[in-house]
């Protein structure tokens, strides 16, 4: 018989919903229920792409005899961290303060008021390097349950007391200015590892909102050594096994420090901000290397992540079948000599030399990731694409990796902002119009009348949790980035209305500061808020870009005051933790420059002049430039309000910092502009 998570709508719900765990969602049933048998409530978090939730949920919970302890002892609450990461944020701080550290699976219990007493992450079938067994773990919950109800309540209680005592640092009371930037950059030279590539040791994750920062902060002061950082960090990645060498996008992360060996899970969020920064760095350098990389992790988002209604999927799993029944980490993507002479026949040690295809592998039991080591000598490009078309062909013949198809919306959000860029740069509209689709899938399925967003939709179904600050912010920059490269001013409008919601339902009208759940969303044992940068921009700094770009656009004052404010916590955290914070040193370099608001004007939407000003304006460098393009009577951007043409011709305008240049209407001209100091 299924559980209650049959009628759910996420991936990860669904796959626990034949377990013989009575599993509950999270909601106030689960917790009367608590209340009403007098037991304690285990919450387990994890999300679809997680390796060791699959272990765990195979070890425990579909054990039977594990089950039928949990049915009779707990009410258990399964959560997706990806549709609630509320939740998931203020029960991870719990963990973390408790032990240390955190992840998932994580595992917490709970009192029937929710407030945490006894935490863990991964907990093995058996006793194993030092950890107790799962089922020792609830027996012993159990037993101080029945026995020491006061003193777990005393413990729930002191625990709750703490977080709520627990403040995030103070903002400073102004945005950063050259001074901290300075410092940032000096920061992150010294954790920058010039012989591989990115910052610290292993794992070693994308840095994608640091590498936005790099190439801002040259675009601004000219500074070579943040651009040799970042296109070196770029090659390292794209030569190395973290990159798909044959399908294009990006794994979670490597687990060494050289970049070999990939935690081999694909999720959205990353793949979306690595196309941008690809697109970027192409801008800034004319890189091959980025330009390539940039469109084949574009043309991965639009084969393997999108969806039948247009948005894109969460993620691909790192496990898969390999071959033999068993579900094995990176089963789809790893080659062995022998596997190579099989589909490539006498081109097999061509491929190997190409690939780094050793006999002992790169990867576990000889088996090696797919990179490009050779950084010398001459391969026959027609002879490459051959062999890279002919492996894919037989990789595709694979069991292929389960794919997570909800849509949520902030990282949907990232995905149009990175495609309708790369689609302008490279003039692939089929990429701007993906973007177009998804951003029309957010505003038909997750935006009500009201202009509230929700979290997340699968298969056209929107789903029932409330979006958070992340998702407010993080589409509004996609409905912007599409706004600059369509002329299409109805996607102003639109994130002229999530921001709205942010300034009235997210932001301290005291402090400032930004808070990672609405004022009216549900109560946890504590609001949310976070301005650190983890796998994706945090709500806070994507807040801040978001709305100085639509001031940018608007001129309107709250909405840049709003954003000067968020940035004070940048001022405070950037000199001293810049990897964590990138996406808002990013923001602040965009401040500093103004930033530029361009105005493209021409006497029809299809002229062959405007659009070359309009692209010019496209590919600046400059930090967080806006663009409006359109006729002169064009009432869709504020931006073209009294904008004429010169002597007829298609013309642009540059103003920042309340004052205008000249207009010109020769794109070399404009490119000067955009590149003055």
Same mark, same amino acid.
């Given at each position: ?7 759910e ?14 599993w ?6 689960a @917790?009367?229920?608590?209340?009403r048998?007098g037991r304690?409530?285990l919450l387990?978090?994890g ?8 272990v ?5 919970f ?7 302890y949990?049915n ?13 990461? #509320?939740? #998931? ?6 963990v ?12 917490? @219990?709970?009192t029937?008021d ?9 907990f093995?079938?058996a ?11 609830l ?30 640092v ?9 001074q ?6 000096l ?12 910052f610290g040791?292993a794992p070693k ?18 500074a070579?050594g ?6 070196? *960090? ?9 990159y798909?060498?044959?399908g294009?996008?990006f794994?979670?992360?490597?687990v060494?420090? #050289?970049?070999?060996?990939?935690? @081999? ?6 793949n979306?901000?690595l196309?941008?920064?690809?697109t ?13 990389v940039a469109?084949?992790t574009?043309?991965?988002l ?5 969806t039948?209604?247009g ?10 079948d ?9 089963a789809?993507?790893?080659w062995r ?6 589909a490539l026949?006498d081109d ?11 006999d ?5 039991h000889?088996?090696?990731v797919l ?17 890279k078309?002919?492996l ?12 997570d ?7 949907n959000g990232?995905?149009i902002?990175?495609?309708?860029? *790369?689609?302008a ?5 089929d990429?701007?119009e993906?973007?177009?689709a ?12 009201h ?5 997340t ?6 789903g029932?949790n ?20 369509t002329?299409?001013?109805v ?10 919601h ?7 009208t005291? *402090? ?9 969303a549900?109560?946890?044992?504590r609001?949310?808020?976070d ?20 001031a940018?656009h608007?001129?309107?004052e709250p ?13 405070t ?16 370099e ?15 939407p299809?002229?062959?002049?405007t ?17 409006a ?7 869709e ?18 103003c ?22």
């Amino acid at each position: 018989m299924p559980n209650r998570l049959a009628h759910e709508t996420s991936p990860y719900l669904l796959q626990h919903a034949d377990n013989p765990v009575d599993w509950w969602p999270w909601s106030g049933e689960a @917790f009367d229920e608590a209340r009403r048998t007098g037991r304690p409530v285990l919450l387990s978090v994890g999300y679809s792409s997680c390796h060791w939730c699959h272990v765990m949920a195979h070890e425990s919970f579909e054990d039977r005899a594990t089950a039928d302890y949990l049915n009779e002892h707990f009410v258990s609450v399964k959560v997706d961290r990806e549709e609630r990461p #509320d939740v #998931d944020a203020v029960y991870m701080e719990a963990v973390q303060a408790a032990t240390g550290h955190g992840g998932w699976p994580m595992t917490v @219990f709970l009192t029937p008021d929710a407030e945490p007493f006894y935490f863990g992450t991964y907990f093995p079938p058996a006793p194993r390097h030092g950890m107790p067994s799962f089922r020792q773990v609830l027996e012993g919950v159990q037993q101080a349950w029945t026995t020491r109800r006061d003193e777990v309540a005393d413990v729930a209680g002191k625990i709750v007391r703490d977080l709520a005592q627990r403040e995030i640092v103070r903002q400073a009371a102004e945005a950063p200015g050259e001074q901290e930037l300075a410092q940032a950059l000096l920061g992150l030279t010294r954790e920058y590892d010039p012989q591989r590539g990115g910052f610290g040791g292993a794992p070693k994750f994308p840095p994608s909102m640091v590498l936005e920062f790099l190439l801002r902060h040259h675009a601004r002061t000219g500074a070579e050594g943040a651009l040799q950082m970042a296109q070196d *960090t770029c090659e390292r990645m794209a030569r190395g096994g973290i990159y798909d060498q044959l399908g294009g996008g990006f794994a979670r992360y490597s687990v060494d420090r #050289d970049w070999v060996v990939p935690h @081999f899970e694909k999720m959205l969020y990353d793949n979306a901000l690595l196309c941008r920064v690809y697109t970027h760095l192409w801008r800034a350098t004319g890189s091959d290397l980025a330009r390539r990389v940039a469109l084949d992790t574009a043309q991965f988002l639009l084969r393997e992540l999108r969806t039948a209604e247009g948005g894109f999927a969460s993620a691909l799993d790192a496990d898969s079948d390999d071959g033999s029944g068993r579900h094995v980490e990176g089963a789809y993507y790893v080659w062995r000599p022998a596997q190579l002479r099989e589909a490539l026949g006498d081109d097999a040690e061509l491929a190997a030399q190409y690939f780094g295809v050793t006999d002992e592998g790169t990867f576990e039991h000889g088996q090696s990731v797919l990179q490009l080591p050779q950084t010398e000598g001459v391969f026959e490009a027609e002879k490459i694409a051959s062999v890279k078309d002919r492996l894919l062909a037989a990789r595709a013949r694979r069991p292929a990796p389960g794919r997570d198809d909800k849509v949520v919306a902030a990282w949907n959000g990232l995905a149009i902002a990175a495609l309708a860029e *790369t689609g302008a740069c490279f003039d692939r509209p089929d990429l701007t119009e993906a973007a177009v689709a998804a951003a029309d899938l957010l505003v038909r399925v997750h935006l009500d009348e009201h202009g509230r967003l929700a979290r997340t939709s699968k298969d056209g179904r929107v789903g029932p949790n409330a979006g958070v600050l992340e998702d407010y912010a993080d589409v509004a920059e996609g409905f912007l980035a599409l706004a600059s490269v369509t002329g299409e001013g109805v996607w102003l409008d639109f994130a002229g209305l999530l921001l709205d919601h942010v300034l009235a339902r997210f932001t301290d009208t005291e *402090t400032g500061a930004l808070y990672d759940t609405a004022s009216d969303a549900e109560q946890l044992i504590r609001r949310p808020q976070d301005p650190t940068d983890n796998a994706a921009p945090s709500g806070w700094t994507a807040a801040a870009g978001a709305l100085l770009s639509y001031a940018a656009h608007t001129g309107s004052e709250p909405h840049r005051a709003a954003a000067e404010r968020a940035l004070g916590v940048v001022k405070t955290l950037g000199p001293r933790v810049p990897r964590f914070i990138g996406w808002g040193l990013a923001v602040a370099e965009a401040l500093l420059d103004g930033p530029r608001e361009v105005a493209v004007v021409g006497p029809a939407p299809d002229d062959e002049r405007t659009a070359a000003l309009h692209r010019t304006a496209l590919l600046s460098t400059a930090p967080g430039a806006v663009v409006a393009c359109g006729t002169p009577d064009s009432e869709e951007f504020p931006l073209l309000a009294d904008r004429t043409l010169v002597e007829g011709a298609p013309t642009a305008y540059v103003c920042r910092g309340f004052v205008c240049d000249l207009p010109v209407t020769d794109p070399d001209a404009l490119r000067t502009k955009l590149t003055a100091p």
